[in-house]
T-cell receptor, first 117, second 113 residues
Framework: AQKVTQAQTEISVVEKEDVTLDCVYETRDTTYYLFWYKQPPSGELVFLIRRNSFDEQNEISGRYSWNFQKSTSSFNFTITASQVVDSAVYFCALSEFGIQGAQKLVFGQGTRLTINP | KAGVTQTPRYLIKTRGQQVTLSCSPISGHRSVSWYQQTPGQGLQFLFEYFSETQRNKGNFPGRFSGRQFSNSRSEMNVSTLELGDSALYLC????????????FGPGTRLLVL
């Protein structure tokens, strides 16, 4: 069965520090997708990035970067020069596909990130 | 483009009652998925609908049901509410093809007393 583990339940850092959120996954599929979502206090899950299993290139988007390593089944997320607005719960997710294109997301337990001014 | 909308945003019910939640997808999105989020169990998949048909179902009791209309709007229903059904119910939509990103709505917070 698919499984996603986010071992860090809570992280607290001071503004401008760099912070890395860890994500480890388990799957038997050879083709799969990994996602990161951000959940601010309002509750909505905001999509951040999608990575497919064949693309191990690291990605950078502004202060955000992602490191995908298939060999260690990890998809880590780094925020550089953190800001108070980055405070949220971050979820890593793995796609599971069924018949006829049906898909569902398997989520990790989330990491609550607090950025202190 | 308008995002995913969910109504109502907040709901208080008592045990034994039933509740219906609604989700309107992003224009052009035909797949609608529902997730339940609780502090204890985290985010769990309920079901997914595409073209008015349920394509996928999670491990929830039959009290949880859903449907999708021809305009892709979806509703989920929970009958005979239990205290443990208190949760944030999130709807996510995608165009409906294979391996697409799901975009989430703001959720409906249900409190069962």
């Amino acid at each position: 069965a698919q499984k996603v583990t986010q071992a860090q339940t809570e992280i607290s850092v001071v503004e401008k520090e760099d912070v890395t959120l860890d994500c480890v996954y388990e799957t038997r599929d050879t083709t799969y997708y990994l996602f990161w979502y951000k959940q601010p206090p309002s509750g909505e899950l905001v999509f951040l990035i999608r990575r497919n299993s064949f693309d191990e290139q690291n990605e950078i988007s502004g202060r955000y970067s992602w490191n995908f390593q298939k060999s260690t089944s990890s998809f880590n997320f780094t925020i550089t020069a953190s800001q108070v607005v980055d405070s949220a719960v971050y979820f890593c997710a793995l796609s599971e596909f069924g018949i006829q294109g049906a898909q569902k997301l398997v989520f990790g337990q989330g990491t609550r990130l607090t950025i202190n001014p | 483009k308008a995002g995913v909308t969910q109504t109502p945003r907040y709901l208080i019910k008592t045990r034994g009652q039933q509740v219906t939640l609604s989700c309107s997808p992003i224009s052009g999105h035909r797949s609608v998925s529902w997730y339940q989020q609780t502090p204890g169990q985290g985010l769990q998949f309920l079901f997914e609908y595409f073209s008015e048909t349920q394509r996928n179902k999670g491990n929830f009791p039959g009290r949880f049901s859903g449907r999708q209309f021809s305009n892709s709007r979806s509703e989920m229903n929970v009958s005979t509410l239990e205290l443990g059904d208190s949760a944030l119910y999130l709807c996510a939509t995608s165009p409906g093809g294979v391996r697409e990103t799901q975009y989430f709505g703001p959720g409906t917070r249900l409190l069962v007393l």
